[in-house]
């Protein structure tokens, strides 16, 4: 019996079904695409290894799209503040987690395209900008002049590399290094000369450069010229200083003040992402002093020492620092020429292992989860400058923060 079917169609049924077949059959994931799958596995084997241990702090699970774990914790340093001649030191502490999310194993072996246009680092295609918005939510901040009203809004879900340290964070966005800290305009305050009150801002300035961003202190070496800048009249306070970086313990650790790492831990990844402002103020009741106040958060990326793979996993530290600088009137007070009175300091750390009393920052990688103190704080973002850095409500408290 011969067939009713025309020989054309019956030939563009077969082409077409062919098509279909080769379009639907499962393909095997490319190297890329292993990789991530590959990571992201080792990252929530991590995370539940972790549960129950001693560093281990709560997340949340939720769907896809797959983003790095609401991350680590957060602890909060002593400040020191002169009143009448004498100190006092407040302490709170911060320490780190985050979440991985389970479902974007499944989501990258089921798809690897479209799990991969997620992730940073040219993982993925579409990983880069692609139009007006993306280009938008990637211009740089303007200059803060004030404290903000809010927090800042989440950022991409990214996952940091060494190609993009700082993807997913909103630091992305912020300047980096000593440029970040700019001087408002000197002028005369409660009768503090405008000479004087630029003396103080710039010295605030170089004391928050030589305490944060200067690269041999972050790898541990004494802040000479940080301790150098403080004036001498200040013996308590310097000999506390220096005691701590001599012998650190928990109610007198350097990183207080002073940015450390271990460089045999961790290592910076490209540069460091600054975000504040400083403001002159009238010394209440007191005629012929004013106060330079400045407030900024500095964010550190950082691989595992010696790393060099594309691979490597990137955690971020987030700094907190707010310090007090006093200016006189020399006609009416003594001022040390050349250097700064420290009046206040308050710190915050986030992504720390809350181990106080070793001298220096310990990030938090996915595998450190399982160690450190419970957390017993609140949760807190260390990104919402909209909150004050004082209180001495949280001491002793190693909390949870939402992101790094």
């Not at 200059?143 to 940091?160: H, L």
């Amino acid at each position: 019996m011969s067939s009713s079917i025309p020989d054309d169609v019956w030939e563009k049924f077969v082409q077409d079904s062919e098509r279909d077949i080769r379009a639907s059959a499962p393909k095997e994931p490319s190297a890329r695409a292993r990789m991530v799958t590959e990571r992201l596995r080792t990252m929530d084997e991590a995370r539940a290894a972790g549960t129950g241990g001693g560093g281990k702090r709560r997340g949340r699970r939720k769907s896809a799209p797959a983003q790095p774990s609401p991350p680590e914790g957060w602890r909060t340093g002593p400040a020191w503040q002169d009143r009448d001649g004498r100190g006092s030191r407040r302490r709170r502490v911060w320490s780190a987690v985050g979440v991985v999310l389970a479902a974007a194993l499944a989501v990258v072996a089921v798809n690897p395209s479209a799990a991969l246009s997620w992730l940073p680092g040219g993982l993925g295609e579409g990983s880069g900008p692609s139009g007006g918005a993306q280009a938008a939510s990637d211009a740089p901040l303007a200059p803060e002049t004030a404290r903000p009203g809010t927090a800042p809004s989440a950022a991409p879900a990214d996952v940091p590399t060494r190609g993009k340290p700082f993807a997913g964070s909103p630091a992305a966005r912020w300047e980096s290094g000593a440029d970040a800290i700019r001087l408002p305009e000197a002028k005369a305050v409660n009768g503090v000369p405008a000479a004087r009150i630029e003396e103080a801002l710039k010295g605030t300035k170089e004391f928050l450069v030589a305490s944060n961003l200067d690269p041999a202190v972050l790898k541990g070496a004494r802040p000479t010229k940080a301790l150098d800048l403080v004036d001498p009249a200040e013996k308590d306070y310097l000999a506390d200083l220096r005691v701590g970086l001599r012998q650190p313990t928990v109610k007198n650790d350097p990183v207080w003040t002073f940015t450390r790492f271990d460089p045999d831990e961790v290592e910076l990844v490209g540069d460091v992402r600054v975000r504040g402002h400083m403001t002159v103020e009238a010394r209440r009741a007191t005629a012929g002093k004013a106060v330079v106040k400045a407030d900024y958060t500095f964010v550190y990326a950082v691989a595992r020492a010696g790393g060099d793979d594309a691979g490597d996993e990137v955690t971020r530290a987030v700094v907190r620092r707010s310090i007090e600088v006093e200016a006189v009137d020399p006609a009416r007070f003594r001022a040390g020429e050349g250097h700064i009175w420290v009046a206040a300091t308050d710190s915050e750390i986030s992504n720390d292992d809350c181990r106080e009393g070793d001298g220096v920052i310990r990030p938090q990688f996915f595998a450190d989860r399982r160690t450190g103190p419970e957390p017993s704080g609140e949760a807190r973002d260390p990104y919402d400058r909209s909150r004050e850095l004082t209180g001495a409500e949280d001491d002793g408290e190693c909390g949870v923060v939402t992101r790094t």
